[in-house]
Each structure stands twice: as C-alpha cells, then as structure tokens.
C-alpha cells in the first residue's frame, strides 16, 4: 500500500514535472493529489497545537486527502529528537518545523531536503514566489547556499512598551532613533511609584536575564547595533573586545531598572511583568504582541497602550534579533510532494495572509507586509517588523550559523549568566567564551 | 527411560547427567532474566561507556570513532564540569541530612496516637506524587521576590524581600527547600514504618526501669533506628545523586550556574549542546563516583547495623 501510494506519487511528480509549462490553473493543483496519504510533522510544543488546530483545518479545506498529525516537543529536546529521527533509516516526520540556528546542524547531516532541487521542482507551484519573502526571514533556512525550508513562524525581538507608563513618567515615547544611551538616560524615571502609596510598582525595563541560551541575544544585539559581531570572516569568535564587553555591561546595567528578581526572568517572567503593566518596556519575541496587547485572556494592556519597535540604536542603527522558525522537508520523507505541498500552502501569499489575519502569526512576505491587515492593530506592527527584517539582514543580527551553534549558544548562555550573576566581569566572561567557542567550532 | 537404562549401567555417568539437567533447567529459567536485564540495564550503561570513548557521529547518530581518553580529557580541562560538580557536593551536603534529621523528627513527633494521623500521613505523599516540573514552578510562584507569600510572610516580621533566585546562595537554598519539600515525606513514611515496628516490649522494660522520654530516645529508639537511618540515607542518596528536574524548573541553574548541579550539566551538554561523546564521559565519571560512595555508604551502613 505505502509502496504503491510512493510510484503513485512519483508517476505523478515525474508527470507534473514535465508538464511544468502548460501549468494547470489553480496554484496549487500541481502539487495536489486525490489519493489519500498522511504527513507526519514535528514542531515546538509551544505552537504544535495551533498548528494542528486551526492551520491543518484550513489547509484540509484546500487539500482534504492530505492528513496532517502534529507532534509537539518540548523545545529543549526537540532539535535532538529531530536529529535522531532525521537520521535514522526510516524516519517517521516528513514535515520538520525547525528553529532558526538548526538548518546548519541538520542540513549537515543530510535531514533536509533541497527545496529548489529539481525533484522538488517538480511539486513547486509555478505561483510560488520566492522572491517575495523578505530575506532575512529566508535566509534562515539556508546553508551553503541550499535552500532547506520556507519561513513558518517569523520571529524578531522587537521592544515592546507600554505608553500609559511612558506617560506617567514623562518621558518621550520610543522611536527607532532612540539609543542605548539615551534609553538608559530615561530608565530611572521609568521605576515609578504609580498609584501614590511610597512604593515602587513599575519598572523601566524585563527581559531575558536568567541562565539560558536565548539571553545571549539581548546582549547580541546591543553588541550588533554598535556595529559588533560575534564571528569574524574565518569564523571565529570576533566578540571578545570592548564593543562585546561595553554591550554585555549595558545589558547587565539593565538589571537596575527591572523588578525585583529579573536576574531569574527569561521569556514568561518578562512577558508576566508586562502584560500585567508592571513594566514600562520589554525586550521581548515580537510574536507575542497578540497575547500582550490584543487577547484580554491573556493581557490586561490594549494595543492602544502597547508600542513595539526595533531595539534601541547602537553606534551603526537600531537592533533587531532574528528568530524564524522555518519549515522542512525531511530528506528521506517518502511524501515529499504532500510534504512540500503542506509547507508551500502556509508560507503561501493566501495561506500566510490567512494565518496572519485568523492567529496573528507574524508573516515574512514583503507583499503580506505591504497589504493592508485585517485587523488594525496589525498595520503598526507590520511597519516595525518589516524595519526589523531590514535592520537584521543589514547587521546580520542572528545567532551563530554553523553545524555546532547549539554547543556555542550553551557557552554563552553560561559565560553571559556569569556575568550577569557577578560571578565573572563581562570581559572575563567573554574571553572564557570566545576560548571554549573556538574549541567548539574547530 | 533413558535416565533409567543409565543409571542402572553407568551411576557416576547418571549422577553427571542429572547434574547436567539440573543445571540446564536453572539456566533456562535464569536465562530470560539475565537477557532483559543485560538488555535493559547493562546495554545502556555499556553503550554509555562506548559513546565515552568515541567520536560522536551526529549523521548516523552513533559513536563512529574509539578516541581513546580525549572525551574524558575535554571533561576533566572545563571548569564548568567542576562547578558543577562543586555545586552538587554543596547541595548533597545540606539536603541530605535535613531531609534525614527533618524526615526522622517528624516520624518522631506524629507517632504519637492522635485523631487524623493516617488522613495527615496520606497527605505526606502529594509533595513525592507532584511532578518535579510543577513542584519548581509552583516553588518559583511562592518564593517569587515580588508577589511571592515568602517575602510576604518575612516582610510582615521586617525580613527581606530576598530575591531568591537572583543570589547564588539563596538560589542554593532554594533548591535544598524545594527539594526537602519534596522529599521529606518520603523519609516521614520509612521512619513511621520503622518506629511501628519498634519491638514494645523495651521501651516497657524502660518505662519498669523508670526511664524518661530522652532517656528512651537516645538509648534505645535511635540505637534501634541507626540501621533504618542508615538505609534512607543510601536510598536517599541515590535519588538525591541524580537531581536535575527541579533545577531545571526552578532556577535554570541559575544565577550564572550557582545551582547548576552535574545531572543538569549533563544534560545540558547533551540535549542542547548535542555534545553525546563528552556527556557520556560525564555520565561515566559520575556513575564511577556514585558507585564508590554508594559502597562506601553500604559498608558504614552494615557496620551500624552490626554495632547496634
């Protein structure tokens, strides 16, 4: 049955590939098939239910015959349980919905399937626009100039702020033009007691702080925006200088302004402290803007109260921190057209418009950018996204890209929580850093 | 028949046969045992030791290469390894005693004869029941230094607020509470155990003798409890040994690795650095360690019960 389903397909594709040029009408019937057949897909626990859902419902209303069943993973161990999936004889995920540091490590171990190879050429709707995504976001899914997946889930830190703080305290609203030094000018006024009792409420600043691989990126994109990297030409560390030590100081400077406790905040604390209005600005994952400024479930702000824009600006322009979570197909998926066919419908014009607009997932096309949302509160945060995208790609703000990233990632994440503990001085803790990541990366 | 017909022509051939048989029909029931259990417990270990010396090949997800000691010697160069190691002495040192000390106090004061003991002894589980991920974030909501009911509570004393997982040492703290609360109950419930099955009649032979509550306690309850002591605290020990969970959910390891205890770094290394080979060596180091203390352990353990 599977091997039948397997030349059924591939008689199929051969077809389809050789009467490319007299494309049938519908973007995406050549790569929709009637007989039945079932994708496996692994993804972050985080958004696997979403997913599974509301998009496979909407993707079956357009290809019924397709089966779709997400699993989720807890994000630790996710990228190690697709590695040993990938790479087994028969892998049981088609579909792998990957972060974006990972295509390096994956695609060097053979789990990724070319996306622009003449096999998958073959399943490509001749309507599929690749030259629309911005690149940024694309560029993710690339390596060694192959490209390995499409853009799924477009993520940038972004600073978000609450304006009914920023009002309180009397102080100017961000801009993109704002800088680190004139932000860190504003904070102390930003810690305010709100409500008159002789207390301190608010806080001017939450963010990553605590010991893990994500809180490196604050401290990244500081260094980016003044013009630092964290690799050189020969790929090796380029951080350890006083550019990466002054941003690792402003980073930890930060912790003066934030609430009491910040040193142990990452991604949920942060998020806490701002939609319950007890900060007046978080350097956070832009995709959080629905749950933080739009879904009263979830937030007590508005998005007439919530602000986001990039980063403030270093010595060379704003900052942004690029985080896409693209979407592969397995190299030895056997439902590689359905596979692709899946991926290609939600990073399509129609279906990232839809996921857009139905669960406010944050798009990667410049012409879903350039439209005109639904929603109104989306018009402000498509201009900050699209600034985002221009200022990542510009200062190629984004992790390390190499087959062993994860390995560096977890070196910074111990030697910036040292320093942020003041259990090692930023400069120490970056030579310990650029040390054991050149070890790593050779 | 056949065992007949040899026996009567050959004894010493049938003594031999019958011993053959005898020892055929053991195996053949001990052989389905020591199978699974080489499969399911001495594969895995044995396979931990091959990846220790290996080059890790993460294409085919399997040790490709024999490198000799150099996963052990990239381990034995990193600070961190030792950190971590230092941290798990740390907490091992305080934890285990109070849950020891705490755990047997308990048992003590509750054995009396009251209304409700067994309600309240059934309560003890729900902390050991409560998922380690739950348990520390539940504790990250109580001791959280803004809205938690710790820095509450001290605060209406004029205590605080301590911010307990931004200090290394009340981080360390921390997790020795989290970890007491959840393991405390465990130790409760043995020590309730051991002191029901107390024999009566000497303490009232003591009681004859006109001897007081400390009296009995130091002579001839904690004499009597001395082996029980010692065996929740091996037991104990090798629970606590491979504590990672609750690290992970409370402080990250955090701050800046002051409760990066070596089963997180382990794991850590393995899960999000993909670094199979020298986690593995890791792994090796410690189970060596753990063996040689646990033995140690159990020989003071038979010494105590010899003694008393």
């Known amino acids: 049955m599977k091997q039948s389903l397997k030349n059924s397909i591939s008689r199929r594709a051969l077809l389809v590939a050789a009467t490319m040029a007299a494309a049938m009408p519908a973007s995406f019937a050549l790569a929709q098939t009637n007989e039945p057949v079932e994708i496996h897909v692994m993804a972050n626990e985080a958004f696997s239910n979403m997913i599974q859902s509301s998009e496979v419902v909407e993707f079956n209303k357009h290809y019924p015959n397709i089966k779709v069943t997400v699993d989720g993973v807890p994000y630790v161990e996710l990228l190690a349980k697709m590695m040993l999936d990938a790479t087994s004889p028969t892998p049981v995920y088609d579909v792998l919905i990957v972060d974006d540091p990972w295509t390096p490590q994956l695609a060097e171990v053979g789990a990724l399937q070319d996306l622009k190879s003449a096999e998958m050429a073959g399943f490509t709707a001749a309507d599929f626009d690749w030259a629309d995504f911005n690149a940024a976001p694309l560029a993710a899914s690339e390596w060694k100039g192959v490209q390995y997946g499409v853009p799924l889930r477009s993520n940038m830190l972004m600073m978000f702020y609450n304006r009914t703080l920023y009002q309180k305290a009397g102080v100017p609203e961000p801009t993109p033009a704002l800088t680190w030094a004139q932000y860190l000018e504003q904070a102390p006024k930003l810690v305010q007691d709100t409500n008159g009792d002789g207390k301190v409420d608010a806080w001017a600043i939450d963010t990553y702080f605590v010991r893990e691989p994500l809180t490196p990126t604050i401290w990244q994109t500081i260094m980016n925006s003044n013009g630092g990297k964290l690799l050189d030409a020969d790929g090796k560390p380029a951080f350890n200088n006083e550019i990466g030590v002054a941003a690792l100081e402003t980073h930890k400077k930060l912790l003066d302004f934030a609430p009491p406790g910040a040193l142990a905040h990452g991604f949920t604390e942060s998020l806490q402290a701002f939609r319950q209005g007890t900060v007046a600005a978080m350097f956070q994952w832009g995709s959080v803007y629905r749950s933080s400024a739009v879904d009263p479930k979830t937030t007590t702000l508005t998005p007439e109260q919530v602000g986001i824009q990039v980063l403030p600006a270093g010595s060379v322009g704003p900052g942004a921190h690029r985080g896409i979570w693209s979407g592969a197909v397995s190299a030895k998926s056997e439902k590689k057209q359905a596979a692709w066919t899946f991926l290609q419908w939600l990073s399509s014009k129609e279906g990232e418009t839809w996921r857009t607009n139905n669960l406010g997932t944050f798009p990667a096309r410049k012409s879903t950018l350039a439209a005109k949302p639904e929603s109104e509160w989306l018009a402000p945060v498509f201009a900050s996204l699209q600034l985002a995208y221009d200022v990542s790609a510009k200062g190629e703000m984004w992790r390390i890209r190499n087959p062993r990233s994860d390995a560096a990632q977890q070196i910074l994440a111990d030697e910036v929580g040292r320093a942020m503990a003041g259990r090692a001085t930023a400069a120490e803790a970056l030579q310990t850093a650029a040390e054991k990541i050149e070890k790593v990366l050779n | ?308």
Request: glycine letters at 6%; charged letters at 15%.
């Open chain 2, 1 to 308: 028949m056949v065992n007949e017909r040899l026996t009567s022509a050959h004894p010493t051939h049938s003594r031999l046969a019958r011993k053959f048989a005898d020892l055929v029909s053991r195996w053949a029931f001990m052989v389905p045992a020591a199978v699974l259990l080489l499969a399911v417990l001495a594969y895995p270990i044995f396979y931990t030791i091959e990846i220790s010396f290996s080059r890790f090949d993460l294409a085919t997800f399997s040790a490709v290469e024999w490198v000799g000691w150099e996963n052990y010697a990239h381990v034995l160069d990193d600070y961190r390894f030792w950190e971590s190691m230092k941290v798990t002495v740390v907490y091992l040192v305080f934890a285990l005693p109070l849950q020891i000390v705490l755990g047997f106090g308990i048992a003590f004061l509750i054995n009396a004869e009251w209304r409700g003991r067994n309600i309240v002894r059934a309560l003890f589980i729900i902390p050991m029941v409560v998922a380690p991920v739950v348990a520390g974030g539940l504790w990250r909501m109580i001791l959280d230094p803004l809205w938690g009911i710790v820095n509450y509570v001290l605060g209406l004393v004029g205590l605080g607020p301590l911010d307990w997982f931004g200090d290394p040492t009340l981080a360390m703290a921390a997790l020795i509470i989290i970890d007491t609360w959840r393991w405390t109950p465990f130790v409760i419930l043995t020590a309730t155990a051991a002191l029901l099955a107390l024999p009566r009649d000497v303490f009232e032979a003591a009681e004859i003798d006109g001897a007081n509550w400390w009296a009995k306690l130091w002579s001839i309850t904690l004499p009597l409890l001395v082996p029980i002591i010692a065996a929740t605290f091996v037991v104990r020990w090798l629970g606590a040994v491979k504590m990672f969970d609750i690290a992970l959910a409370a402080t990250y390891g955090g701050p800046g690795g002051a409760t990066n205890v070596i089963n997180l770094f382990i794991y850590e290394e393995a899960f999000r650095s993909l670094r199979f080979a020298e986690s593995a060596a890791m792994a090796v180091i410690i189970l060596v360690v753990t063996m040689v203390l646990t033995a140690i352990f159990l020989r003071g353990s038979r010494l105590l019960e010899e003694r008393y």
